[in-house]
C-alpha cells in the first residue's frame, strides 16, 4: 500500500527520516529551483527514481492537492496500536504523552504532531473512530513530524487511560473550558499524558470521567475558545517549562 505527500518541504523531511519507504518522485519538467537542486541530488545519490512531468499531469497525480512542484509516492507507515504504545513507554521514566479526543481534521493534526515534536512528546494517542486520518494534508502541515512522532491509535480510548493510570503510574491532566482551575495553577510535572477534546463539543463524557486533574486555558479577550492546535501548543509548553524548571 502506498501514499503520496507533497511539497519540497515534506517531501525533504521525509528523506532525511525514511527514505527508504520512497518509492518513486515526480517533479515538474523545467523548474528551476535552489531549494529542489540539493533534494534532487539527494533523491539521485540514493538510486531513487525521479520522474519529470508537464504541468497538467503533475496537477492530475496530485488531485487537487498542493504539490509545489514535488510529489513523492511512499510506502504506507505501519499503524501503531496498543501493544507499541507499551513498547514506547517501558523504555521512558517520565512519560510525555498528547491526547486528542475526537480532533477530525487533519489539518489540526498535522499542527499537533508538529507541536508535539517541537515540545518532546513521547506519543500522540487517538482514537480509531473519530479521528482525523494522516492524510497528506495532515503530513504537509506536520512539516516532517508525522515521520518522526508515533501515532498511536487506539480502539477503546477510555480503557487506555485507565491503563496508562494503573500500569504506568501517568497522571491524566484533561482541558475544559469551563473548569475554574486554570493551566497555570497547576502542577504539571512527572509522568503525565495531556488530553485535549475537539474543537466546540470538547472531550467525550468517559473520557472525561477518566482524567485525574481538568483544566483550562485563562482566556482575557471575547473569544471564547483557541484553535484545537494552538490550544494544545500553549498546554503542551507550559509543560515543558514546568519540566524544565
Not at 519507504?21 to 529551483?33: A, F, H, M, P, Y
Not at 531549494?35 to 504541468?55: C, D, M, T, Y
Not at 498542493?66 to 507507515?77: C, D, F, T, Y
Request: net charge neutral.
Amino acid at each position: 500500500m502506498s501514499e503520496q505527500i507533497y511539497g519540497i518541504h515534506a517531501v525533504s523531511a521525509f528523506l532525511e527520516r525514511t527514505p527508504e519507504r520512497i518509492i518513486e518522485v515526480l517533479v515538474l519538467k523545467g523548474r528551476e529551483d535552489k531549494r529542489l537542486q540539493p533534494l534532487l541530488n539527494e533523491l539521485h545519490k540514493l538510486g531513487i527514481s525521479v520522474q519529470f512531468l508537464n504541468r497538467q499531469s503533475l496537477d492530475n497525480k496530485a488531485q487537487g492537492e498542493v504539490h509545489q512542484g514535488i510529489i513523492a509516492r511512499v510506502q504506507a507507515a505501519k499503524e501503531l496500536n496498543e501493544n507499541d504504545l507499551d513498547q514506547i513507554l517501558q523504555h521512558k521514566q517520565n512519560p510525555f504523552l498528547l491526547v486528542l479526543d475526537g480532533v477530525t481534521d487533519p489539518h489540526n493534526l498535522g499542527a499537533c504532531l508538529r507541536t508535539a515534536d517541537a515540545a518532546g512528546v513521547d506519543a500522540v494517542i487517538v482514537p480509531k473512530d473519530k479521528s482525523a486520518q494522516l492524510t497528506s494534508v495532515a503530513r504537509k502541515v506536520a512539516c516532517g513530524a508525522a515521520e518522526t512522532m508515533p501515532l498511536v491509535r487506539v480502539t477503546n480510548l477510555a480503557r487506555t487511560l485507565r491503563e496508562l493510570q494503573q500500569h504506568h503510574n501517568i497522571w491524566v491532566v484533561g482541558t475544559a473550558g469551563e473548569v475554574t482551575e486554570t493551566l497555570y495553577q497547576s502542577k504539571l510535572t512527572g509522568a503525565i499524558a495531556l488530553v485535549m477534546g475537539a474543537e466546540g463539543e470538547g472531550m467525550r463524557r468517559l473520557t472525561r470521567e477518566c482524567c485525574d486533574q481538568l483544566i483550562s486555558i485563562p482566556m482575557a479577550g471575547s473569544v471564547s475558545s483557541l484553535n484545537v492546535s494552538v490550544a494544545t501548543g500553549v498546554c503542551l509548553f507550559e509543560i515543558v517549562r514546568q519540566r524544565l524548571g
